[in-house]
């Protein structure tokens, strides 16, 4: 699966899925206890978030990693807005303090709109940066009745229009602390919530901030019952991948510019591959982003390899050769064994990979097993991942 690294990512935000290393905090020395009874919610996968119930109508969250090796938690009380705001609250100690249910919000990334449209809140999106990359059907119906507004780019977001819209949260996401866009909605009263699912390493990781949503949105068992079957869903089928015969050999990545970039060993995209039983060739290597290789040393290493899994942006054997012929040289491109999650997209062109994959690993995960294993799946249709086309389109 390919990776840019981070100074790309700017240029291309609507892939979220970029991943990068951050270090686990230990932190729960350092906080700060609000009042009332305290009930950590359980969080089996996610390390970037806790939820902590201290009564019916009030719930704090901590985001411990909201981008890459962030320095400060980002602490935030939901109340319940039909409560009152307890006295004994120091608000100051909050980054925000938000309403439940949140009636209206503007998103900022594709991984978001799958969590809304699972609890049965897309109506609550009201704006959304640069709206072409989303995939979702039903969202793209509401773009299209102007019921989601495009409001500009992310880091430069028409904040005079999201003003206008009067939303009650933005739900942000950044690569590092500085935004414009944002400060200056947080300066007008809108509170900022940064998701940082994208950070996480473990593919249930990702899937488990939809318990985030349940809090925000006063649908806390509903989320815990999606993410449940999700998970149950992803453990079933990586035992089923353990029955297989035979562990093939896997590479992933592509060219950009005189670098091939692939995922490093402790990454997402690694663990997929572990997890999908595979021997993915670069399994031992430190890190949890990209690699930056030569041509050569991926020729050398996987040359013989049976599967390429994930070539980046192309969606044909004509487009490989055409950006560089040396792709040929491959045993996986010669077996046309290459494929891509680049030709599932929306109607607008948005790639549904970059949306939908972090909320539902579980069909990640059969999408490669379907393709390494497929005598364990033989009758499943892949979601994301799709054979290379023979010809050019």
């Given at each position: 699966?390919?990776?840019?690294?981070?100074?790309?990512?700017?240029?291309?935000?609507?892939?979220?899925?970029?991943?990068?290393?951050f270090l686990?905090?230990?932190l729960?020395?350092c906080?700060?206890?609000?009042?009332?009874t305290?009930?950590e919610?359980?969080?089996?996968?996610?390390t970037?978030f806790?939820?902590?119930?201290?009564?019916?109508?009030?719930?704090?969250?901590?985001?411990h990693?909201?981008?890459?090796?962030?320095?400060?938690?980002?602490?935030?009380?939901?109340?319940?807005?039909?409560?009152?705001?307890?006295?004994?609250?120091?608000?100051?100690?909050?980054?925000?303090?938000?309403r439940?249910?949140?009636?209206?919000?503007?998103?900022?990334?594709?991984?978001?709109?799958?969590?809304?449209?699972?609890?049965?809140?897309?109506?609550?999106?009201?704006?959304?940066?640069?709206?072409?990359?989303?995939?979702?059907?039903?969202?793209?119906?509401r773009?299209?009745?102007?019921?989601i507004?495009?409001?500009?780019?992310?880091?430069?977001?028409n904040?005079?229009m999201?003003?206008?819209?009067?939303?009650?949260l933005?739900?942000?996401?950044?690569?590092?602390?500085?935004?414009?866009?944002?400060?200056?909605l947080?300066?007008?009263g809108?509170?900022?919530?940064?998701?940082?699912?994208?950070?996480?390493?473990?593919?249930?990781?990702?899937?488990e901030?939809?318990k985030?949503?349940?809090?925000?949105?006063?649908?806390?068992?509903?989320?815990?019952?999606?993410f449940?079957?999700i998970?149950?869903?992803?453990?079933n089928?990586?035992?089923?991948?353990?029955?297989?015969?035979r562990?093939?050999?896997?590479?992933?990545?592509?060219?950009?510019?005189?670098?091939?970039?692939?995922?490093?060993?402790?990454?997402?995209?690694?663990?997929?591959?572990?997890?999908?039983?595979?021997?993915?060739?670069?399994?031992d290597?430190?890190?949890?982003?990209?690699?930056?290789?030569s041509?050569?040393?991926?020729?050398?290493?996987?040359?013989?390899?049976?599967v390429?899994?994930?070539?980046?942006q192309?969606t044909s054997?004509p487009?490989?050769?055409?950006?560089?012929?040396?792709?040929?040289?491959?045993?996986?491109?010669?077996?046309?064994?290459?494929?891509?999650?680049?030709?599932?997209?929306?109607d607008?062109?948005?790639?549904?990979?970059y949306?939908?994959?972090?909320?539902?690993?579980?069909?990640?995960?059969?999408?490669?097993?379907?393709?390494l294993?497929?005598?364990?799946?033989?009758?499943?249709?892949?979601?994301?991942?799709k054979?290379?086309?023979?010809?050019?389109?």
């Open positions: 699966m390919y990776q840019l690294p981070m100074k790309q990512l700017k240029g291309v935000l609507f892939s979220r899925l970029i991943l990068w290393a686990p905090l230990m729960a020395g906080r700060q206890e609000a009042p009332g305290r009930a919610n359980t969080l089996d996968y996610a970037g806790t939820i902590a119930k201290h009564s019916e109508t009030f719930t704090e969250v901590i985001v990693t909201p981008w890459p090796e962030a320095s400060t938690l980002l602490k935030y009380a939901f109340i319940d807005r039909t409560a009152t705001i307890p006295d004994s609250l120091n608000t100051d100690t909050y980054k925000a303090v938000i439940t249910p949140v009636r209206s919000l503007i998103a900022t990334s594709t991984t978001h709109i799958p969590a809304l449209e699972a609890l049965g809140v897309l109506d609550r999106l009201k704006g959304f940066p640069d709206t072409r990359y989303i995939s979702s059907a039903k969202a793209r119906s773009i299209d009745n102007h019921a507004k495009d409001i500009g780019q992310n880091e430069t977001m904040t005079e999201v003003l206008e819209m009067h939303p009650e933005i739900l942000g996401f950044s690569i590092n602390e500085e935004n414009r866009s944002y400060a200056v947080e300066r007008s809108i509170p900022v919530l940064y998701n940082g699912d994208w950070v996480e390493q473990h593919p249930l990781g990702k899937a901030w939809v985030l949503y349940g809090v925000m949105f006063g649908k806390e068992a509903v989320a815990d019952s999606i449940n079957a998970a149950t869903q992803y453990e089928t990586r035992a089923l991948a353990q029955k297989a015969k562990t093939p050999t896997v590479y992933s990545g592509a060219m950009f510019r005189d670098i091939w970039y692939l995922p490093a060993g402790e990454s997402w995209a690694a663990q997929f591959l572990k997890d999908a039983n595979s021997d993915y060739l670069w399994k290597t430190s890190g949890t982003g990209s690699l930056s290789l041509f050569e040393s991926v020729l050398e290493k996987a040359g013989e390899a049976d390429w899994l994930g070539a980046a192309f054997y487009q490989l050769i055409k950006a560089n012929e040396h792709y040929a040289r491959f045993k996986a491109f010669k077996d046309r064994r290459v494929y891509t999650y680049s030709k599932t997209t929306g607008a062109g948005g790639v549904l990979f949306e939908l994959a972090p909320q539902r690993p579980d069909l990640v995960l059969k999408d490669m097993i379907h393709i294993h497929p005598e364990l799946l033989p009758d499943y249709e892949p979601v994301f991942y054979p290379l086309d023979t010809l050019e389109d």
